[in-house]
């Protein structure tokens, strides 16, 4: 596993931007895969989007495909969550998450950061 350290979060009116950043504490990442997830007040889990660490090719749920846009560095040692049009529904605690292999669990996680979009 790997420590990964997020930042970025805080509180923007509707139709305003952030940027996430997660970076690995060992410098650069080991994973196949990194994704970002969120977790609303009273709601499970979700994940938001994702990308391969080798191909960086991203991927994203329907609800923000158009407004978030995942990359990573060329060195590996960082990626960011760059989410544009925001809504007071995209409000929660986002975390990063990396994955060893294609298919295998999300095993290291971020310590989660939160997002708030007021109305």
């Known amino acids: 596993q790997e420590q990964l350290v997020e930042s970025g979060g805080g509180l923007v009116q509707t139709g305003g931007s952030l940027r996430l950043s997660c970076a690995p504490s060992?410098?650069?990442?080991?994973?196949?895969?990194m994704g970002w997830f969120r977790q609303a007040p009273g709601k499970d889990r979700e994940l938001v989007g994702r990308?391969?660490?080798?191909?960086?090719?991203?991927s994203y749920v329907d609800s923000v495909n158009g407004r978030f846009t995942i990359s990573i560095d060329n060195a590996k040692t960082a990626a960011s969550l760059q989410m544009n049009k925001l809504t007071p529904e995209d409000t929660g605690v986002y975390y990063c998450?990396?994955?060893?292999?294609?298919?295998?669990?999300?095993?290291?996680w971020g310590q989660g950061t939160q997002v708030t979009v007021s109305s």
């Open positions: 990308i391969g660490l080798r191909n960086g090719i991203a």
């Open positions: 998450a990396t994955q060893k292999a294609l298919g295998s669990p999300f095993d290291s």
């Open positions: 060992g410098g650069t990442f080991s994973s196949y895969g």
